[in-house]
């Protein structure tokens, strides 16, 4: 019992030092590069950006009052282990955005300042690079935090409660559909299609970036074999890829015939080499392939890495 409870602490200590690593990049993304150009995205902080471009109030007090009225309503639906460390989110990333600010616009000297004082640390006229370096950012911190059972609030918590009741949606798509509604609204607030363009690119990187993290790359393979060879497919299978393999009891519809079909689950990369397999030992086999987003247990990922 007192193993397990130091398991428990230690594993809090983890998350909670990843929700802050992810913070780090996530701020430091937007007080280098988003602020300085003048470059806004989706969520809590990219309506805080537009209050603070619109009316000079600093961009972590909007931000974290937006976010102090939506976790009124969200800590009794979203539960406490959530609540908590999306309370602890909140004030840091309060926190880390009035840090950084202050450090870059006191303490970094570049040639190039904007009108107000702050460093354009890759130039003026850089806009474009600034939106991927710093949504780019906003994405792997996104993606750190999200991994770790955290949340930045405001629009994550609504996305939160969208996965619950929606758990085959990625989470990259949904940031990206509330998000353009921020980007259009910035739009008329700018009255700049420029500022909203780049607006735009900033939500769909940091998407994809976030998807990345979350999800990876490599997504696996789900492969269903119907053959007369089965025993033979599944066995060099197991030899020659050391990849698991399951039987799956059918039978034909038609013919009514019993048949062993074979199931089995792997890396992207080797599902080549497997369909070989196939083909070599059966050329009739009857091959389904299939993209498998998500794959949970030995070999893959963990039942208790819990996303938002």
């Known amino acids: 019992m007192h193993k397990l409870a130091k398991a428990g602490i230690m594993r809090e200590v983890k998350d909670y030092a990843y929700i802050t690593l992810g913070l780090i990049s996530y701020s430091l993304g937007w007080a280098a590069f988003l602020l300085p150009y ?28 937006i976010n102090a009225v939506l976790m009124t309503f969200a800590i009794r639906i979203l539960g406490p282990r959530f609540s908590i460390k999306t309370t602890y989110a909140i004030f840091m990333l309060t926190f880390l955005l009035w840090l950084f600010q202050l450090l870059i616009n006191n303490y970094v000297e570049v040639p190039d300042m904007t009108a107000d004082g702050k460093p354009l640390l890759l130039g003026p006229g850089q806009d474009f690079m600034a939106c991927i370096i710093g949504a780019a950012m906003c994405g ?12 930045t609030g405001g629009t994550d918590i609504i996305i939160k409660l969208l996965r619950l009741k929606f758990p085959y949606l990625k989470t990259g798509a949904l940031f990206f559909l509330t998000d353009v509604v921020i980007v259009i609204a910035s739009a008329f607030v700018f009255q700049n299609i420029d500022k909203a363009l780049y607006a735009g690119i900033v939500v769909i990187i940091t ?3 976030l998807d990345v993290v979350l ?5 696996a393979k789900l492969i269903y074999i119907i053959s007369d060879h089965a025993e033979k497919i599944a066995g060099r299978l197991l030899e020659e890829l050391d990849i698991g393999v399951t039987y799956v009891q059918g039978s034909g519809a038609y013919s009514g015939k019993e048949k062993s079909v074979i199931m089995c689950a792997m890396k992207k990369n080797i599902s080549p080499k497997a369909e070989e397999i196939v083909k070599e030992e059966d050329p009739l086999a009857f091959m389904i392939v299939t993209s498998a987003t998500e794959i949970f247990g030995e070999g893959y990922k963990s039942y208790f890495s819990e996303k938002l």
């Open 38 to 65: 003048q470059i806004t995205t989706g969520g809590t902080t990219g309506i805080s950006a537009i209050i603070y471009y619109s009316t000079g109030f600093p961009i972590q007090w909007s931000y974290f009052i």
């Open 207 to 209: 998407s994809v970036v």
């Open 140 to 151: 792997v911190g996104l993606g750190i935090v999200f991994n770790y059972n955290g949340s």
């Open 215 to 219: 999800y990876g790359r490599d997504e």
